[in-house]
């Protein structure tokens, strides 16, 4: 099984975002996908990417694709089966058998609308059937359109399209909306809106190009004239498909839920781009989705390697959680970080810099240890439920990551192998002191 600090699944603008940061940070990261460009590709012209007035989807997403791989980014064109969880890693099974696992997951596959899957739809995609209004509607201006749907989707993409055409059609098998009905009063209340109902479109046609739909209406075939067609007749998620073996928290619709950091229901998992639950599904909003995920990802990947250094003995499969409770803290030379004599409130592990241990006796500090990366401090008090048995103070600026004392106490009471090795240091401790 191959190893890597990061997995990046998905090949659209989320994805190779991520990737991108991924190579640039030097990280030990693949992408898995089978192709490249995801949404991209099923978007004719862009016009609503910073920087590029006009730029077709295909020539988009191939520059973002040359611009990861130019900073090394490795890329394998392969489809992924599915992942799951095994002690502190990620394994992530590809559609040929193979394994590869990671400390971290981005999840950037998207979804796809659900297709009418009538004759026409799929030879005019691109030339006037379209799946978002956003990214095509101003192409069709003073034409005569179509949308398909009669939930918010249709409704409010509709009301986009309004900007554009002379007319706009809303389609919908049944009589009433499913959409709400704020959006229902302002796009039927348009003199240039009119609903086709209860009307299920059979087929799309015109000659390379839209110039009809052929709809059945309380059993009349009617033909309307129609420039382009927009269809919303709901939208796959398909993150949520990847994880078979262990629940990850979705939205009714399927959409992945995440924090602000990107960060999905199981730790080490994120979740970006158009498989997240969120307000805009545009490739502004992946790309920053996907920033915002890589740069946690990479300190979450740093912080688990640092407390798995610090507590050996403490089971890998309970460390992912425990990483994403590791506050960083900074702090300067001199600066206290904990006092003797105070609540026992949370533990420390050193990262960078020195940290002195110090106690005082009739009036006098004396200084009983120096600590530097990789060691601890916090379990006495911890441990034993006593006040702190002593200061610690840094003799340069450094660098910490803080465990509150809730994910310390459920550690230790889940291990005896990481109390064992906590005590041992704490009795050592104590021994030192006494003895000075
Ligand atoms: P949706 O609510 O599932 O609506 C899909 C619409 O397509 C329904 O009207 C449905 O008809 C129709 N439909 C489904 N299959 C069809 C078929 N084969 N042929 C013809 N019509 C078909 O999907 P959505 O509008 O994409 O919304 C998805 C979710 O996102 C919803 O929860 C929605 O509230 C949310 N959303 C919210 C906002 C917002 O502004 N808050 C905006 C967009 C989306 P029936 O009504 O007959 O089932």
Sequence with gaps: MAEYDLIIIGGGPAGLTAGLYAARANMSAVLFAPGLGGELLNTDLIEDWPGEESITGFELAQKMQAHAEKFGLKIELKGVQQVWSEKDRKVVEL???????????????????????????????????????????????????????????????????TR???????????????????????????????????????????DGAVKWIEVEREGKTEQVPVGGVFIFVGFKPLGKGLFRKEHIEHDPNGYLITDQYMRASIPGVYAVGDTRAQLAKQITTAVGDATTALIHAERYIEDLKHAERALPAAPRERMPAVAERLEPIRVMAGQTIIREGGEPDAFFIVTRGKVGVYQREGGEERELDRLGPGEFFGEIGLLAGTPRHATVRAIEPSELLRLDQETFQRLVSA??????????????????????
């Design 415 to 436: 291990s005896s192998a990481t109390r064992e090795q906590l005590e041992s240091v704490a009795r050592e401790r104590l021994a030192t002191g006494a003895r000075r």
């Design 95 to 161: 559609e040929d058998g193979t394994r590869h696992s990671a400390y971290a997951v981005i999840v950037a596959v998207g979804g796809e609308p659900v297709k009418l899957g009538v004759p026409g739809e799929q030879e005019l995609h691109g030339k006037g059937v379209s799946y978002c209004a956003v990214c095509d509607g101003a192409f069709f201006k003073g034409e005569d359109l179509a949308i398909v749907g009669g939930g918010d989707s249709a409704f409010q993409e509709g009301l986009f399209l």
């Design 164 to 206: 554009f055409a002379s007319k706009l059609y809303v389609v919908h098998r049944r009589k009433e909306f499913r959409a709400q009905k704020i959006l229902q009063d302002r796009l039927l209340a348009m003199d240039k809106v009119e609903a086709v109902t209860p009307a299920v479109v059979k087929r799309i046609g015109g």
